[in-house]
């Protein structure tokens, strides 16, 4: 299997993986795996927005690079394509249906009515833009809607909605130079007028490509960051990404921040999921340290 299509499968057990829990009203006890139609775009796609959205699966924007032959391979792509998957058993990938400009590398909330495009980057740089999307299953239409764009332009962070509030963690700002920013906002989708508010950060470095959830401690909602990475000078004076394994439980009924277990082991860009009454999966991303970092190379 050639790398196309080996990051083809992955990207479709995961998006497997993130439709059938957000689906099913009432999730199994086993964990369960389906192996999904490939992507119609054959090399696969990194950073890519997905969600489910009225009973179907939404992949949005996403880059990879130009590929000439299996072994020659060329500068970045970005896309604004929208591929959606239907519900129904047997459905393949819809096509035509475009964001309106090519983004990756931000943050994708899913209420299952709708997915929430937060940030991101492009050719162009960095993004601020925040925007809605939606299936419309009887009139098969992608519907998008514009809310109130970030403070700042934001790319390789995380997100989630609780009781209508979009809470938005970490990532790394626009810049020349690596530039991590310990961001913790919120917006209230329920007022139309409202912006973007900054709320208490917590207590450890700034990060970036973080694993954000929401679970609950008894009858109290919880916010949890945890791991992503963070940047370091070593002893040559290099910038290097240094993972992290500490976490954080932000009370959303206290207002403040209290230091949580750390992980067994350091991971980046993983997934997350509440699953059950009290627990928190978490699946994918990479696990190696201390990875060296070009600063001025944008993603």
């Known amino acids: 299997m050639d790398i196309s ?3 083809t ?3 479709s057990i995961f998006l497997c ?4 829990a957000e689906c099913e009203q009432q999730r199994p006890e086993n964990i369960t795996w389906e192996l999904l139609p490939e992507l119609p775009n054959p090399q696969g796609l990194g950073g890519a927005f997905a969600g489910v959205s009225n009973g179907a699966l939404i992949v949005a924007g996403g880059s ?3 590929q000439t032959s299996k072994t020659e391979i060329k500068n970045k792509v970005w896309y604004k394509d929208i591929y959606v998957l239907p519900e129904a058993d047997g459905a393949s990938w819809l096509t035509g249906f475009k964001l309106k400009e090519p ?3 931000g943050a994708s909330i899913s209420s299952g009515k709708y997915l929430i495009l937060i940030g991101g980057s492009s050719a162009e740089g960095y ?4 925007t809605q999307i939606s299936w419309d299953a ?3 239409e992608i519907k998008q809607k514009t809310l109130h764009p970030l403070p700042l332009n934001l790319a390789l962070t995380d997100a989630v909605e609780i009781d209508d509030i979009v809470y938005v963690v970490g990532g790394q700002i626009d810049g020349e130079k690596a530039n991590l920013k310990k961001i913790f906002w919120a917006l209230d989708l329920n007022n139309p007028e409202a912006k973007w508010e900054s709320l208490e950060t917590w207590e450890g470095p700034a990060r970036r490509n973080a694993v954000v959830v929401s679970q609950n401690t008894g009858s109290r909602r919880n916010l949890y960051v945890i791991g992503g990475e963070t940047f370091i000078d070593n002893e040559a004076n290099r910038t290097q990404c240094s993972q ?3 976490g954080y439980r932000y009370s959303l009924f206290k207002k403040k921040w209290d230091r949580i277990k750390d992980i067994p082991h350091p991971v980046t860009g993983a997934s997350g999921i509440a699953y059950g009454q009290s627990h928190i999966l978490i699946y994918g991303g990479k696990i190696e340290e201390n990875i060296n970092f070009n600063p001025t190379k944008k993603r």
């Open 17 to 20: 993986f993130v439709w059938r």
């Open 5 to 7: 299509r080996t990051l």
């Open 138 to 140: 009887v009139t098969q």
């Open 64 to 66: 990879n690079f130009s």
């Open 103 to 105: 983004r990756a590398y």
């Open 127 to 130: 993004h601020k833009d925040v």
């Open 9 to 11: 499968f992955c990207l």
């Open 244 to 246: 992290l394994t500490d």
